[in-house]
């Protein structure tokens, strides 16, 4: 079974630093694409960040220059390093994989939820001011 775990998140102060980790079971991330999401309270889902099967990354433009998505295929985990977080930036965090077996070069699609099949649980970030 494809299985994703979430872990991370936690309170911090603006401008600080945390880096989410993502673990993926029953794949390998040679195989598919795995994207961050974040879901703020009474907001949509939106897509943060992406790196699928080739190593391509994806981000949205709001976190271009401060988060950083990076996979670590002996561990089969993929981490997203938040640097500069401001509070606009809490929200609970999703990692998700894609399982298409084409590879798309195109933000607009690795960073829209509805081409993800598997979710992980989520992973609470608060940005204090």
């Known amino acids: 079974d494809v299985q994703l775990q979430a872990s991370g998140g936690g309170l911090v102060q603006a401008g600080g630093s945390l880096r989410l980790s993502c673990a993926a079971s029953g794949f390998t991330l040679d195989d598919y694409a795995i994207g961050w999401f974040r879901q703020a309270p009474g907001k949509e889902r939106e897509g943060v960040s992406c790196?699928?099967?080739?190593?391509?990354?994806y981000y949205a433009d709001s976190v271009k220059g401060r988060f950083t998505i990076s996979s670590d295929n002996t561990k089969n985990t993929v981490y997203l390093q938040m640097n500069g977080l401001k509070p606009e930036d809490t929200a609970v965090y999703y990692c998700?994989?894609?399982?298409?077996?084409?590879?798309?070069?195109?933000?607009?699609?690795?960073?829209?939820?509805?081409?993800?099949?598997?979710w992980g649980q989520g992973t609470l970030v608060t940005v204090s001011s």
């Open positions: 998700a994989a894609d399982t298409s077996p084409f590879t798309y070069y195109s933000d607009s699609y690795y960073l829209g939820a509805k081409n993800y099949d598997y």
């Open positions: 790196i699928n099967s080739d190593g391509d990354t």
